[in-house]
Every structure is written in C-alpha cells, then in structure tokens.
C-alpha cells in the first residue's frame, strides 16, 4: 500500500510537471525552471514505485524541455542521460517517458550534429511504440516522425525521410 506521503509527493510532482510546461508555454523560464527543480530535488527516495518513476520520468522530460528551450542542450542531455527506468524491462507505466526521453536526445543529438547517434536514439522510440500496442503514443508520433525524416534528411537520405 503506498503511504500517503508518497501519494502527495506523486500528485506534486505530476503538478509541477504541469507548471512547467504552461510556465514554458507561457515564455515564462524561470518560473518553468524553478517549479520542476523544487519537486525534483525534494523527492521521496524511499519506497519508490515504478508509477512514481514514471512521474520523475515526466518531470525529467519536462526539465529537459526546459534546457532545451534555453539552448542548453549539454545540459539537456544529461539531464536526460541521467534518468532510466531501475531495471532493462520497464513497466508500462514507464515506457511512455522512456519514449520521449529516446525522441527527446535523437533531437538533442541532432541539433549538435551527431546525426548517427540522433537516428539510433529515435529507432529506439520507434521500436518502443511498436512493441506496445497496448499504449497509445499518437500524441507524440508527429514528433518522432518529424525528428526521424529531419535527420534522415541530414544524413543525405531523402527518399528514405520522405517515405517516413
């Protein structure tokens, strides 16, 4: 049974991922910034559950946004490094910010560059939304499918990124 410190930390936390996209959205960083880092750096590392990493997965997706926004891509990827489900088989749950994570740095990736590396990361996104047909990732699959033909077409393969 989950305490009910550990509730009220999961409901802030999916909050503060909230603020900060509509900080974000709203132009507002340091609000955007300030309302992810407070959670994070307060969280509860006892007893943690899958669904409360899949929460610290969001926020990290979240935070990540938010460097990216400000053109800290360094930093962007590590922060997005840094956060993995604890074992090689997540749950459902956790998928959905294992996938984001994985579109998240083939786009941080290919902003810098490393072209190769960025087209790995977004099979990887790609393969997780194949072998979970019980998830729906619709909401993000223009994303994917934007990064994906983008960085085929910097690795001087338009056919391929105009099938895609």
């Not at 899949?54 to 840094?82: C, F, M």
């Not at 941080?108 to 939304?129: C, D, M, P, T, W």
Request: glycine share 2%.
């Amino acid at each position: 049974m989950v305490s009910r410190d550990l509730e009220d930390w999961y409901l802030k936390c999916c909050f503060a991922s909230s603020r900060s996209l509509l900080s974000r959205l709203d132009g507002d960083m340091d609000r955007a910034t300030s309302s992810i880092s407070n959670i994070l750096e307060s969280r509860v590392r006892r007893a943690m559950d899958r669904r409360m990493h899949s929460a610290i997965g969001q926020a990290t997706v979240q935070r990540t946004l938010n460097y990216v926004q400000i053109e800290d891509l360094a930093t962007a990827k590590k922060v997005l490094e840094d956060w993995s489900p604890p074992d090689h088989r997540p749950s459902s749950i956790e998928q959905v910010p294992v996938f984001r994570k994985h579109i998240l740095l083939g786009r941080i990736l290919r902003f810098q560059g490393a072209f190769e590396e960025s087209l790995v990361q977004l099979e990887r996104a790609h393969k997780i939304a194949e072998q979970s047909k019980h998830l729906s990732f619709d909401e993000d699959f223009r994303d994917l499918t934007c990064d994906y033909a983008d960085t085929l077409r910097e690795l001087d393969k338009p056919s391929l990124a105009e099938h895609h």
